[in-house]
C-alpha cells in the first residue's frame, strides 16, 4: 500500500504489487527450478540458520504455494547471467521481465495491520548476539523446535549440532529498557514464549534437559497463562530473579553466565545454549507509512488508539489491530482483528453484500449404490508424525486394504497446493470416499469436506485418522509401536468410510435480531454495534441501570475519565430506536437453536418471550470480597473499587492521605483462585500516583509479588517509581500482616533484600481484590455453553475462536471470558458483534448433517434419550415416542449411548460404522 486519499466512505487506496518474476497461474510448485540455482542465501524464514536458493517458496503451508524469485541475490536479475530456474520449469513460469505494478481500490474504509518487529538484540553488546553462535532469539529458538525448521525440530545448539544439556532464557531483552534500545514498554508475550519454548525444549530433549528462566517479574496475566507457568515449575523448569550482567564464550562453545541473586549474591553458571527473549517493536516502514497517511503515533512508535475505541485511528474510517497497536498476543490480536472489521463495516452496513460474489460449488456426484472406492493420504506434517510414525509404512500398508483405490504421502496435506492437488485425485481416480491420516479433525475435519466439496463428493464422505494428536505425539519413544498404531489406526478409518453415506444439511432461516446479555461496557457496546449495522437488539440488564462494574471506576489506564464516557454510552443506548432495554430482568428460560431462540425474560411488568437469531453474553464479573487484611474491620482498609468510588463520591479526598499502602494479589493466584486478575498491578499504580498527585509528600508503597504492568502500562508504573512511590517484593509463603496499634494501621512486610521485616503505618490501605466470575451455570446451561473450573466462560478455541462458543450462534465479551481491561472488553464486544454478524446477516443457514435419527419401530417411549440430552434436541411426539430436532442436535451420541432399545443412532457414526471400526481393531 503506497497511498490513501479520500475520505471515510469513499478511499482510494493506491496498492503497489512487486514482482515476483514468477507466473503463479502456470507455476505448479513442483521444485523443478531449485536444485539447479546457484545462489545460496540465508533463509530469512529460518532466521537465518540455513540458507535456501535464490528462487523458494517462502515456507511449506504458503498460501499460494508458489515459487518466486529473490532480486536482491538472482544471479540473472543482478548480473545477467544464469537463467537455470527459466531453463529447468516445464510450465513456463519464470518470467525474468516481470515489473511492479500499482493499482486504485476504491473501498469504505481501510484497516491497517502491519504487525511489528522483532527487536534486533546486537545493540546488547554484553550479550555478544552477533558474536557467539549458540545466543539465539526466541524467535530463532520457534525455528529450532519447529517441525519445518531447519533441523526438522530436533533440539540442537547452531554451533555444533548436538543436543544441549543446558539452556537459559534471558527475559526483557528490548523490553523495559530505555538505555540500550528506548523501548520503556513491556512487549507482553515474551515471558509466555519463554515458558512455552522451555516446555516444549524439555519434551524434545533426549537428556533431561535443565532449563532456566532469568526474569524481573514474571507477567503470566491471560487466561490460563498462571496455570500454565506454575505446571511449567513442577515440569522442572527453573526461575531465577535476575537481570544478566555478561556472557563469555567458554572452550567448548558453551556459554558462562554472571548474575547477581536478589540478596545480592555473585554467581556464575555454565549453559550450552542462551536464549534472548527479545521484544517488539514498530518497523521503520510502518512509522513511515503512518506518517504518510496522517495516523497519529504514541512516544512509542505504536499508532494512538484510545481506551473508549480502541481499534480507531485518528483518521476516521482508517483502523488498526494487532500488534501496531501495542504489544499483544494472538488472542487478543485476533480479537482486534474482528473487532477492526466490525468498527470498519458499521457505516458500510447499508453496501453488505453488494460485491459479494458467491463460490461456486459443484453438483455432488451420487454414489449411492456404487462400490467403494477409497482414497488415502498420509500426512507427515513436517516431522510431528514422520519423525515417530514411519509414514512411508503407512501408505504402502493402506494400499492393501479393502476398497483402497489410491494412496499418497504428503508432508503436509493441509497445504493449498496439496488441497488442489488432493480434488485433482479424487476427480481423476473417481474416489468416492477418502481418508486422510494426519491430525485433529476438530481444527482440520471442515478444510478437507471443503477439498471433497471442490472435487464434487459429498463432504461427509471422509473421514480422519488422528496419527498425531493420538499417536506420534504420545508415543514419541516408542516409534515402532506408534508404525503399528498408526496402521490400526488408518485400517479403522478405511473400515468406517467404505460405510458412509451421502448426508444432506438442513437449511434454517435466521432472524436478524439480536440478544446482549449484560448492560456494562461490553454489553452496551455489543448493542450499539449491531444497531449501527441495521439489527433489532435487545439488551438484557438483571441492575435497574446500565454501566455495571464501570459505574465505579475513576479513570483508564490512559487517563481518560470512565464516568462521562459511561453516561454518554448509555445515553445512546436508550436513544437507539433500534434496541430495547430490558433493565431489572433476568433470562428464565431459553429455547430454539441459532437462528432462531426463544427466550423468556422476568422482569418488574412480569414476563416476556423476546424471539432472536442470536445472543452476546456479556455479564461481566465481579470484585472478591476479602477476609483478610482486616477488611471490613477498619474503613480505611478498602478494595480496588472502593477507593475509586469514594475518590469520585469525596468520601477519599486525596490530598489528606499521608500514607498509603497498596496489596497487590489479594485473593488472586491463589490455589482457589489460580490466576492473575490482570488489571490489579496497573489500577494500584494508576491510585498511588493520584495520591502523589494531589500530596507529593504521600508515603506510598506498593507490596506485590509480581509487577504485571504489561505493554505500556510499563510507564505508569516507571513514572510511579519516578515520583518516589516505594515498591516491595513479598513472596507468597510470607505475605504481609495488617495489624491495628492503639488508632494506626500497622502494615508488617517481609523486605526480601535486606532480610528483615519493614513496619508502615498507614492512613489508607488498598487491597487488590481479585475479579471474580459469578459463575452463572444456570444461564450456561440455558444457552449450552461451557464454562472452566473458574466460572469464566469457555471460548470454542482460545486463539482462533477467541469470542465464539462452541454452541452456534452465541458469543462473548468482556468480563465473563476472563479480567481484562476496559479497552480490551470494549474491543471483545466489537470482535463478538463482528462475529454474531456472520449469523444474523444471513437469511438462512445450513446445519451439521451429522445429527441423530430415532427408529422409532425399536423406541418405547421411556425417555431416557430426552432426559439425558445435552441440547433438549430429542422431544416426545403425539404418540409418546421419540423425535429429533436436528436444529438442536450436535451429534455428541449421548442418546445413542445411552438408550437400551438401540432406537437411536447417528448419521454419520452409525452402530454399523462403529462396530466395523472395532471390528477392524481387533
Not at 426 to 435: A, H, P, Q, S, W
Amino acid at each position: 500500500m503506497a497511498d490513501i486519499t479520500g475520505e471515510e466512505g469513499d478511499f482510494t487506496v493506491k496498492v503497489v504489487t512487486h514482482p515476483r518474476y514468477v507466473d503463479t497461474s502456470k507455476c505448479i510448485a513442483c521444485g523443478a527450478c531449485t536444485p539447479k540455482c546457484p545462489a545460496k542465501v540465508s533463509n530469512d524464514y529460518n532466521e537465518g540458520l540455513d540458507k535456501r536458493k535464490a528462487i523458494y517458496v517462502r515456507y511449506a503451508q504458503a498460501v499460494p504455494l508458489k515459487y518466486g524469485i529473490d532480486p536482491a541475490k538472482c544471479i540473472k536479475l543482478t548480473k545477467g547471467k544464469c537463467g537455470n530456474c527459466e531453463k529447468q520449469c516445464p510450465t513456463g513460469a519464470i518470467n525474468y521481465e516481470d515489473k511492479e505494478t500499482t493499482r486504485d481500490v476504491q473501498v469504505g474504509s481501510v484497516i491497517i495491520s502491519a504487525g511489528f518487529k522483532p527487536f534486533d538484540p546486537s545493540a546488547y553488546v554484553q550479550y555478544s548476539y552477533s558474536k557467539y553462535k549458540n545466543v539465539v532469539t526466541a524467535l530463532e529458538m520457534e525455528r529450532i523446535l519447529a517441525a519445518s525448521g531447519p533441523w526438522m525440530g530436533h533440539l540442537v545448539r547452531p554451533s555444533d549440532e548436538k543436543e544441549p544439556k543446558k539452556i537459559a532464557w534471558l527475559q526483557c531483552v528490548g523490553s523495559r529498557d530505555v538505555n540500550t534500545c528506548d523501548h520503556p514498554y513491556c512487549s507482553s508475550v515474551c515471558c509466555m514464549y519463554a515458558i512455552k519454548e522451555a516446555v516444549i525444549a524439555k519434551e524434545h530433549s533426549h537428556s533431561g534437559l535443565d532449563a532456566a528462566i532469568f526474569f524481573m517479574d514474571m507477567r503470566t496475566f491471560g487466561k490460563d497463562f498462571e496455570k500454565y507457568y506454575e505446571n511449567a515449575k513442577r515440569s522442572g523448569v527453573r526461575f531465577i530473579r535476575s537481570r544478566i550482567h555478561t556472557i563469555t564464550e567458554q572452550a567448548d562453545k558453551s556459554l558462562m553466565i554472571e548474575y547477581a541473586t536478589e540478596d545480592g549474591q555473585a554467581k556464575t553458571e555454565v549453559f550450552d545454549m542462551v536464549v534472548l527473549s527479545h521484544g517488539l517493536e514498530v518497523a521503520k516502514t510502518s512509522v513511515e507509512l503512518a506518517s504518510k497517511l496522517g495516523i497519529e503515533l504514541k512516544s512509542t512508535q505504536f499508532v494512538k488508539t484510545t481506551s473508549f475505541a480502541p481499534v480507531a485511528s485518528n483518521r476516521p474510517g482508517v483502523y488498526v489491530c494487532g500488534a501496531l497497536a501495542g504489544p499483544k498476543d494472538i488472542p487478543l490480536s485476533v480479537v482486534e482483528a474482528s473487532a477492526a472489521a466490525c468498527a470498519a463495516a458499521g457505516k458500510l452496513s447499508a453496501a453488505r453484500g453488494t460485491l459479494a460474489q458467491t463460490k461456486e460449488v459443484p453438483q455432488a456426484v451420487d454414489v449411492r449404490g456404487e462400490v467403494p472406492k477409497v482414497g488415502v493420504f498420509v500426512c507427515s506434517c513436517g516431522i510431528n508424525i514422520a519423525s515417530v510414525v514411519d509414514v512411508k509404512a503407512v501408505a504402502e500398508y493402506a494400499k492393501t486394504l479393502p476398497f483402497v483405490e489410491f494412496v499418497e504421502n504428503n508432508l503436509f496435506s493441509c497445504s493449498q497446493d496439496t488441497q488442489d492437488k488432493m480434488a485433482q485425485t479424487i476427480k481423476e481416480k473417481g474416489l468416492n470416499r477418502v481418508v486422510v491420516a494426519a491430525c485433529t479433525p476438530r481444527t482440520h475435519e471442515p478444510l478437507f469436506q471443503e477439498t471433497l466439496q471442490a472435487a464434487g463428493l459429498n463432504k461427509y464422505l471422509f473421514d480422519m485418522a488422528n496419527i498425531r494428536n493420538q499417536d506420534s505425539w504420545v508415543h514419541s519413544a516408542e516409534p515402532e509401536k506408534a508404525t503399528e498404531k498408526a496402521k490400526d489406526l488408518v485400517r479403522m478409518a478405511v473400515a468406517k468410510v467404505a460405510l458412509l453415506q451421502p448426508l444432506n444439511e438442513v437449511k434454517l432461516s435466521v432472524n436478524p435480531a439480536a440478544m446482549v446479555i449484560g448492560g456494562g461496557v461490553a454489553g452496551m457496546n455489543a448493542a450499539l454495534e449491531l444497531a449501527g449495522q441495521g439489527f433489532t437488539t435487545h439488551l438484557v440488564e438483571r441492575d435497574a441501570q446500565l454501566g455495571g462494574n464501570a459505574r465505579l471506576l475513576r479513570i483508564t489506564a490512559q487517563g481518560e475519565e470512565v464516568q462521562p464516557y459511561l453516561d454518554g454510552l448509555a445515553k445512546q443506548v436508550m436513544d437507539n430506536p433500534l434496541i430495547t432495554a430490558h433493565l431489572a430482568s433476568n433470562i428464565k428460560n431459553v429455547e430454539g437453536f441459532v437462528g432462531n431462540f426463544k427466550t423468556t425474560l422476568a422482569g418488574p411488568a412480569g414476563e416476556t418471550v423476546v424471539e432472536h437469531g442470536g445472543a452476546i453474553i456479556a455479564i461481566g464479573g465481579q470484585e472478591y470480597q476479602p477476609t483478610e487484611y482486616l477488611y471490613g474491620q477498619d474503613p480505611r482498609v478498602m478494595t480496588h473499587l472502593q477507593i475509586d468510588a469514594a475518590m469520585m463520591n469525596g468520601e477519599l479526598d486525596a490530598k489528606k492521605v499521608n500514607s498509603a499502602v497498596f496489596i497487590q494479589c489479594v485473593g488472586s493466584r491463589e490455589p482457589e483462585r489460580p490466576y492473575c486478575s490482570k488489571v490489579c498491578c496497573t489500577h494500584s499504580v494508576e491510585s498511588a500516583l493520584h495520591l502523589k498527585e494531589h500530596n507529593p509528600d504521600c508515603q506510598v508503597v506498593i507490596i506485590y509479588r509480581d509487577m504485571r504492568t504489561f505493554a505500556e502500562r510499563e510507564l505508569l508504573y516507571k513514572e510511579a517509581r519516578a515520583k518516589g512511590v516505594l515498591f516491595v517484593r513479598y513472596d507468597v509463603n510470607q505475605k504481609p500482616v495488617v495489624k491495628k496499634d492503639g488508632g494506626k494501621l500497622m502494615v508488617t512486610v517481609r523486605d526480601h533484600i535486606l532480610g528483615r521485616d519493614l513496619l508502615i503505618e498507614a492512613d489508607l490501605v488498598g487491597l487488590a481484590s481479585a475479579i471474580v466470575s459469578h459463575k452463572n451455570t444456570e444461564l450456561a446451561q440455558m444457552f449450552k455453553v461451557p464454562i472452566d473450573e473458574d466460572g469464566w466462560f469457555l471460548e470454542a478455541h482460545q486463539k482462533l475462536r477467541p469470542v465464539d462458543f462452541a454452541t452456534d450462534g452465541v458469543f462473548m465479551a468482556g468480563l465473563a471470558h476472563y479480567p481484562k481491561p476496559l479497552e480490551e472488553a470494549v474491543a471483545q464486544a466489537q470482535a463478538a458483534v463482528s462475529r454474531a454478524v456472520t449469523v444474523l446477516s444471513s437469511a438462512e443457514m445450513s446445519l451439521s448433517g451429522t445429527v441423530a435419527f430415532i427408529d422409532q419401530r425399536k423406541c418405547v417411549g421411556c425417555g431416557v434419550c430426552w432426559t439425558v440430552c445435552p441440547y433438549q434436541a430429542i422431544t416426545q411426539d403425539d404418540k409418546g415416542l421419540a423425535v429429533v430436532n436436528e436444529a438442536l442436535c450436535k451429534g455428541c451420541g449421548t442418546c445413542v449411548a445411552s438408550c437400551r432399545s438401540g432406537a437411536p443412532n447417528l448419521r454419520g457414526f452409525t452402530t454399523q460404522d462403529v462396530m466395523a471400526q472395532i471390528e477392524a481393531m481387533l
